[in-house]
């Protein structure tokens, strides 16, 4: 009801302005100066068609409202619907429709209905003005998005009256940009989307790829949107986006005309052809128009152009094919489809031919014919290219693979090609030519053109002795070459595994010297490698940068399934008489290798791993670096988690068990010169594991919610495995959801060298100076990995130090740091750093780590405890003995001698002192007798009198003595003392020399 009231009201306003109008005395309206539209339908599936005046006033005399088609009415492709008559008819030539859907197909500016938006949340949550300059910029036939890192998203709001479907053709080449397309309602309420259709998948470089959507019945708001990350400052890839078809429309009321450069030549198509080559059209052409003599065009060219004077930039030379006399010489030929003009003013000619040269030797692994073809050898057989093929003597195996070094003719398995992501103007052109001793990137039909050199191996197949090996080197490929470029060239090397997807190993930009890459295969799989030489990625239709080049010296596959062999290579055999001719070459098990003596097979010793691409000789066991042992396969090298130091006249034993489980690292947060945040997150997987690299980063863009990051159990679809790796983390704005998008993920390590408390392993530095000093006496312990991996900015691959350092102040599983100087990890891209802190880091406890406390004796028991030494720095290990109990007497044995002593000594001074008082009192005595003496008779006496009265004490005797004791002559005082004879003093004799207490 609601429904219908509307559209009454809307219908009797009509009518009442179709009064007025009549009322004001205006003109009658014509066809020109209205248009027809359809009413919203109701519940009943009805609408309504109305006439909508272009100008408002501007006539009187309205058509009437009438009834519509019904609401699932639709005209087939290459129909519109005539609102005037509401009836399908055929379209003209010249222009094309779908029926009942919308293609967008021309960009030379945004058509109407679509708008792009450039966002960006900060950290405060409001938009940046850095972002006002980025948009999806049209480039004619396709789109290109934002190069930077802002947010820009392009979006079409269309109403369907049925189920339809959206389907575009993209190209996305760069990890380093995220690229998302997601639908929302008219209450922005967003479509359920699986990953796969709301994350686009990459695609192969210079090459397109369709997404499609089903999207429902109602308004659908259509989002593509790009955001960026310039880690490093390097400039990303853009997306490229063209030929968006939306189905599930009702009807279109007009057709398309075709855009500059296409046609339909005959009424009702539902699509349009492009132009060929020196032919022209513009917009909504029935035909092409053939360009005058003087001019010329590529295929879909609008217009025709001048044809420019020939000059040096449109031919190049080429090497022919060896003839029967050996002999091949150096020719020179116009580019295809040449446009320029011989004879003209300043044209150039093309250089005479070169003179006949004797052909290069064949690769190796051929042998050259009769008519100086090369052929490859015979299963079983080798050669070096200059020599017949020989058959491998007994004990040895052909080396199969394919070595390339002499380029007179592209190899069977190599082919090259031409491609323009704008147009198709090269697709008949060869990309690169060869040039005898080696093979470089062609003219191109433009300058941002794609040269491609593909090389297909069938498989790899280890050599007989390698086949029971368990290692990770399948094969490797190795390939020699240099750029020349005035501009921004970049070469990419590019790997298709199994014709699933291809993926940018590595890239190149600007000029490089000669020089060598490796690439090591570790899956058994089918591999197509790709060389892409752009010269610029600027949209450009003429060739100025044709001295840009890249040289390709020579390549090397080794192990190649089927290969060709260029030498022999000692095997293992069965018995020591197998020697003999006709012997064959059996597998050594893993961990073995060939005796040089025997040719038979021999473990490696304990803490040794095989080389991988050799096992002849016990060379072939390269010792594990320190602190680390082999796994039973000898295949690698890892660390236990167990770790032995001595120094200090000490010997520290480490038990790293608990940081054995795979730790996460999310440092940051970091910003791009815009302000974009970014974090890294590293998984490290330090020790045990018996050698299996545990740690695993994500390999593709991947919804994470803050619950996933955290999470131990978190699932990746595609993944990386390595002692250490690392994945590049952006927040996003989730539509009313925070969520994190992580990609880029690369191994940091998978080889671990060795554990040491030195700071230098391998030419690897720990740079202890990057960390706070070790205030503790227990030494850090330096774990190094490297990846074997070289980049283009990393040579030698790229390497990681992981400081272990004892803290018994953190939880038992630690905390992960990287130093404040290198907030990312690492200061040169090359070498990463971290800080493990832990108290599972200290060395294991034992007696030295702890003293004993004697208790006092309490009840004849004594007590006997034992406490840590301060600060505890180990862990583990012994523990703290009991506490003991001993008897013992309640007053000890030192303290009774200690009492008895001193009982002794008090007697003794005790006596003492009662000999001297009573000394003293008899001198007293004397002494008064003398006084009383002397002053009854007013004299003194003699000086030598001895006479003493009658009653008076003997004297006592002076003992002169030098070695009587203490008690001796304690006992003759005594004795005199008993005596009759009074004392006098002596107080002179001439026979005393001292006196002498014994």
């Given at each position: 009801m609601l429904e219908r009231s509307e559209e009454f009201c809307f219908l009797l306003f009509l009518t009442v302005s179709q009064i007025l109008s009549e009322k004001l005395d205006l003109r009658p309206c014509i066809e020109t100066d209205y248009y027809y539209e359809y009413t919203e339908c109701d519940s009943t599936g009805s609408r309504w068609r109305v006439a909508i005046p272009h100008n408002q006033g501007s006539c009187s005399g309205l058509p009437t409202p009438t009834r519509g088609t019904d609401c699932t009415f639709s005209c087939a492709a290459g129909e519109y619907l005539d609102m005037s008559t509401q009836k399908c008819r055929p379209c003209a030539s010249g222009s094309y429709s779908l029926g009942s859907g919308l293609r967008f197909d021309q960009w030379d500016s945004i058509p109407d209905g679509f708008t792009s938006l450039a966002t960006f949340i900060?950290?405060?949550g409001e938009d940046s003005q850095a972002c006002n300059g980025s948009s999806w910029t049209p480039q004619g036939v396709y789109l290109e998005s934002s190069r930077d890192e802002c947010s820009v998203s392009l979006v079409y709001a269309v109403r369907l009256e049925k189920q339809g479907l959206v389907s575009f053709s993209y190209q996305y080449p760069d990890s380093n940009i995220f690229f998302q397309f997601y639908v929302q309602n008219e209450q922005c309420q967003e479509m359920f989307q699986n990953d796969d259709q709301k994350w686009i998948k990459p695609t192969t470089t210079g090459e397109w790829d369709t997404h499609t959507v089903n999207l429902n019945s109602g308004t659908n708001i259509l989002y593509w949107r790009t955001t960026g990350i310039l880690d490093g400052g390097k400039m990303v890839k853009p997306v490229l986006l063209k030929n968006i078809q939306i189905e599930g429309v009702a009807y279109t009321s007009e057709c398309f005309r075709c855009r500059p450069g296409w046609f339909s030549p005959d009424p009702g198509s539902s699509s349009c052809q492009t132009c060929p080559r020196n032919t022209a059209s513009s917009k909504g052409a029935s035909s092409c128009t053939p360009c005058p003599d003087n001019q010329y065009s590529h295929e879909g060219w609008a217009e025709c152009r001048e044809r420019p004077a020939c000059s040096e930039k449109d031919y190049f030379q080429i090497h022919t094919p060896c003839d029967s006399e050996g002999k091949t010489q150096v020719t020179y030929r116009w580019v295809e489809p040449q446009i320029c003009v011989e004879n003209m003013t300043g044209a150039v000619t093309?250089?005479?031919?070169?003179?006949?040269?004797p052909c290069p030797p064949c690769n190796p692994g051929y042998y050259n014919t009769n008519d100086s073809t090369c052929f490859p050898c015979p299963h079983g057989t080798h050669s070096d290219g200059t020599s017949v093929c020989e058959e491998c003597p007994a004990g040895t195996e052909p080396v199969l693979g394919y070595e390339y070094k002499w380029w007179n003719v592209l190899p069977s398995n190599m082919k090259t090609s031409c491609f323009n992501v704008g147009n198709t103007k090269c697709d008949d052109m060869n990309g690169w030519e060869v040039a005898g001793d080696h093979i470089q990137s062609g003219s191109g039909g433009s300058d941002n053109d794609y040269l491609i050199l593909n090389l297909h191996v069938p498989g790899f197949k280890l050599p007989t002795s390698l086949s029971g090996m368990t290692g990770s080197e399948y094969g490797r490929i190795t390939f020699v070459f240099e750029t020349v470029c005035s501009a921004d060239c970049e070469l990419y090397f590019m790997m298709d595994v199994n014709r699933k997807s291809t993926t940018v190993v590595e890239s190149w930009e600007g000029s490089k010297e000669k020089q060598s890459y490796t690439h090591v295969m570790s899956t058994n799989s089918s591999v197509s490698y790709t060389w892409a030489f752009q010269r610029t990625n600027k949209a450009l239709d003429a060739r100025q940068l044709v001295g840009d080049v890249v040289k390709l010296y020579s390549v090397s596959v080794t192990n190649v399934l089927n290969g060709v062999a260029s030498a022999c290579r000692a095997c293992a055999l069965v018995s020591q008489s197998s020697k003999q001719a006709g012997s064959t070459c059996v597998p050594c098990p893993a961990g073995f290798y060939i005796d040089r003596d025997t040719n038979r097979c021999q473990e490696c010793p304990p803490d040794t791993h095989l080389t991988g691409h050799h096992t002849y000789g016990q060379d072939a066991c390269a010792p594990c670096g320190p602190g680390s042992k082999s796994n039973k396969d000898h295949s690698l090298c890892y660390s236990d988690c167990s770790f032995t130091y001595v120094g200090k006249n000490q010997t520290w034993t480490f038990d790293l068990s608990p940081l054995s489980k795979v730790a996460s690292l999310i440092n940051g947060p970091s910003f791009t010169s815009k302000g974009t945040k970014y974090l890294h997150q590293f998984n490290i997987s330090l020790c045990g594991h018996e050698g299996k690299r545990a740690a695993v980063c994500t390999d593709n863009v991947t919804d994470l919610t803050s619950k996933d990051m955290q999470s131990d159990s978190a699932q990746f679809v595609n993944s990386v495995d390595s002692f250490i790796c690392q994945s590049t983390i952006i927040p996003a704005d989730g539509r009313g959801f925070r969520m994190a998008l992580s990609s880029q993920s690369i191994s940091l390590a998978d080889t671990f060298l060795g554990a040491t408390v030195d700071t230098a392993l391998d030419g690897v530095n720990a740079k202890p100076e990057l960390y706070p000093k070790n205030s503790k006496d227990v030494p850090d312990i330096n774990f190094f990995y490297r990846s074997t991996q070289a980049t283009a900015s990393c040579e030698r691959g790229r390497s990681t130090v992981i400081t272990?350092?004892?803290?018994?102040?953190?939880?038992?599983?630690?905390?992960?740091?990287?130093?404040?100087?290198?907030?990312?990890?690492?200061?040169?891209?090359?070498?990463?750093?971290?800080?493990?802190?832990?108290p599972s880091a200290c060395p294991l406890c034992t007696q030295s780590d702890f003293h004993q406390i004697e208790g006092a004796c309490k009840g004849a028991v004594q007590e006997t405890l034992y406490m840590w030494n301060e600060p505890k720095l180990c862990t583990k290990g012994v523990s703290l003995p009991d506490t003991s109990s001993t008897a013992c007497d309640a007053i000890a044995l030192w303290l009774k001698m200690?009492?008895?002593?001193?009982?002794?000594?008090a007697v003794l001074l005790i006596s003492l002192t009662c000999y001297f008082w009573k000394k003293n009192k008899r001198l007293e005595y004397k002494y008064s007798r003398l006084v009383m003496t002397a002053n009854k008779e007013c004299e003194l006496p003699a000086a030598d009198s001895c006479a003493l009265a009658e009653g008076e004490e003997p004297e006592d005797?002076?003992?002169?003595?030098?070695n009587s004791s203490l008690l001796?002559?304690?006992?003759?005082?005594?004795n005199k003392g008993e005596g009759e004879c009074s004392e006098s003093v002596q107080l002179k004799s001439s026979q005393s020399e001292r006196w002498v207490w014994g």
């Open positions: 900060d950290l405060n093309l250089p005479p031919t070169g003179e006949r040269a272990v350092r004892c803290n018994p102040e953190r939880s038992e599983n630690g905390d992960l740091s990287v130093p404040s100087l290198c907030p990312a990890g690492t200061c040169d891209g090359c070498t990463f750093y971290f800080l493990w802190e832990s200690g009492v008895g002593g001193g009982a002794f000594m005797d002076v003992v002169y003595s030098q001796g002559k304690l006992r003759a005082i005594a």
